[in-house]
Each structure stands twice: as structure tokens, then as C-alpha cells.
């Protein structure tokens, strides 16, 4: 195809690099499976545990093995293992913070930080940073 006069590769510039599949915490579903199978050879698909603060740091190894587990198992094929994150459109203010402001989830007992106790950084890294040349080049595997 040529866009303004230019030849060009569609499925190098254009389409979707990967999919964010958001899994709900505690429960990996059927749907999610056949949904990430259907994806799966069109994208590359980057599991995500939502809500991951809603689960204790134990919950959170088991929960993210049996994802990673079943998933190999069903034969679907994810870019990476799942990440688990937490988000909140709430910007809180803290002293531990060297901005002061962070994004997080407050509770009665204090503020979780998406950046600190999450992997939304290894997440930014896989899909912004170094990550991007690898999901272009899984793209085209598809």
C-alpha cells in the first residue's frame, strides 16, 4: 500500500503491538482463556493481574503461577508472564515520596503506591523502553 505516494508496511507501522489483557484478581476465567487464544495469533498479548493489591504477596506467587501454569497448559502463548498491577486515577500526597505525589490506592491504614508496589515500572520498561523492538518483532511473528 503507499501513503502519500509512499510505499509502506502496513504491518510494521500500523495495527496493535500487543494487547493488555486485564485478568480480575483470584479468578482466571474460561472466557479469558479463549479470549487470550483468539488474541494470540494476531498480537502479542501481555497478561495483567488487576487489582493486585487486593491480594497478599503469597495469593499474589500463587495466583500469578497458576495463571502463568494454566495458560501454558490451554496452549496460550503470552508475550511475557502476567504482570501484576495496582493503578488509581487518585494522586495522593505523601511525605514518602521524593515528589510528594504519587498515584495509589489510600486506605485506612496508608497509601499503596502503584510505582512501589506493583510492576507498572517493569510493565513501562516492557512496553516503552526496551520492550518496544521485542513486541514489534512479535508482531510480525503473527
Known amino acids: 500500500r503507499e501513503v502519500a505516494g509512499e510505499a509502506v508496511d502496513f504491518d510494521d507501522h500500523f495495527g496493535v503491538d500487543a494487547v493488555l489483557y486485564f485478568i480480575a484478581p483470584h479468578a482466571l476465567r474460561n472466557l479469558d482463556i479463549d479470549m487470550m487464544r483468539r488474541l494470540m ?16 504477596p503469597e495469593e499474589l506467587d500463587e ?4 495463571v ?14 502476567p504482570f501484576a498491577v495496582i493503578s488509581s486515577s487518585y494522586i495522593a500526597e505523601t511525605l514518602n ?7 495509589g490506592r489510600r486506605y485506612d491504614w496508608g497509601i499503596v503506591e502503584a510505582d512501589v508496589h ?8 516492557c512496553l516503552i523502553a526496551e520492550g518496544l523492538d521485542d513486541l514489534k518483532a512479535e508482531k510480525r511473528k503473527h
Open 41 to 56: 495469533d494476531k498480537t502479542a498479548v501481555v497478561p495483567i493481574i488487576a487489582k493486585a493489591d487486593t491480594l497478599t
Open 63 to 66: 495466583f500469578r503461577t497458576e
Open 68 to 81: 502463568t501454569e494454566t495458560l501454558a497448559g490451554e496452549g496460550v502463548r503470552t508475550y511475557r508472564n
Open 97 to 103: 515520596s521524593e515528589s510528594g505525589r504519587v498515584s
Open 118 to 125: 506493583s510492576d507498572i515500572p517493569d510493565l513501562r520498561s
